[in-house]
């Protein structure tokens, strides 16, 4: 089963860029890249999601190796409010393969003021 | 819109008892997840309905067990509660199956089992 690994913790400044690494080396060819962050006390929120390409929404960036072994989340200015904990997971095209997803532990993002 | 709803919020069982969640999805959404949230172990995916049907189901024992209305409404059901099984259960919904479409989740049930 394909799983991600992530650093436990991260640390930013206020209004300063974070890259979020993810490594993913038994990824298959049909898994969806698929960033969610939870905030304290509350469920997970979507971030972003990807497959081959390098994608951008209004919340973030994500960019995927060429290899597609790992991504890079990216926060263009992080803000106070993005503290949290930011999970990469993989999600099979194949809905029914996913019966084993894991989310594991994510990386806690601390932001400085 | 109206967010992924979940009841009750808190719940206090004691071991030996059946626990029953129950999980709204937003207008729309025909699919249902639920994972359990532990601080050890993180977010574990338990199983996925939809419309009415289970697709995918993680690794836990036969204690947990799900179903999906009509209406995509979703109860997960807990028999026999052991202490370990104390934790968050989250649930989240997607407007269809499948790894192409983004997850909202509730704020989770917190049950603590004693």
């Known amino acids: 089963d394909a799983k991600t690994t992530q650093p436990n913790s991260m640390e930013s400044n206020e209004e300063e860029p974070v890259h979020l690494p993810c490594n993913h080396s038994t990824i298959s060819g049909t898994d969806y890249i698929h960033w969610y962050r939870q905030l304290p006390s509350q469920g997970p929120e979507y971030v972003i999601h990807?497959?081959?390409?390098?994608v951008n929404n209004r919340m973030a960036s994500l960019a995927i190796a060429e290899d597609r072994k790992s991504s890079t989340l990216i926060l263009h200015r992080a803000t106070l409010r993005d503290a949290a904990v930011y999970y990469c997971i993989l999600r099979d095209l194949n809905a029914g393969n996913n019966r084993k997803l894991i989310w594991g532990l994510g990386t806690s993002l601390a932001v400085n003021p | 819109k109206a967010g992924v709803t979940q009841t009750p919020r808190y719940l206090i069982k004691t071991r030996g008892q059946q626990v029953t969640l129950s999980c709204s999805p937003i207008?729309?959404?025909?699919?249902v997840s639920w994972y359990q949230q532990t601080p050890g172990q993180g977010l574990q995916f338990l199983f996925e309905y939809f419309s009415e049907t289970q697709r995918n189901k993680g690794n836990f024992p036969g204690r947990f067990s799900g179903r999906q209305f009509s209406n995509s409404r979703s109860e997960m059901n807990v028999s026999t509660l052991e202490l370990g099984d104390s934790a968050l259960y989250l649930c989240a919904s997607s407007l269809t199956s499948g790894s192409y479409y983004e997850q909202y989740f509730g704020p989770g049930t917190r049950l603590t089992v004693t």
């Open positions: 990807g497959l081959t390409s390098n």
């Open positions: 207008s729309g959404h025909r699919s």
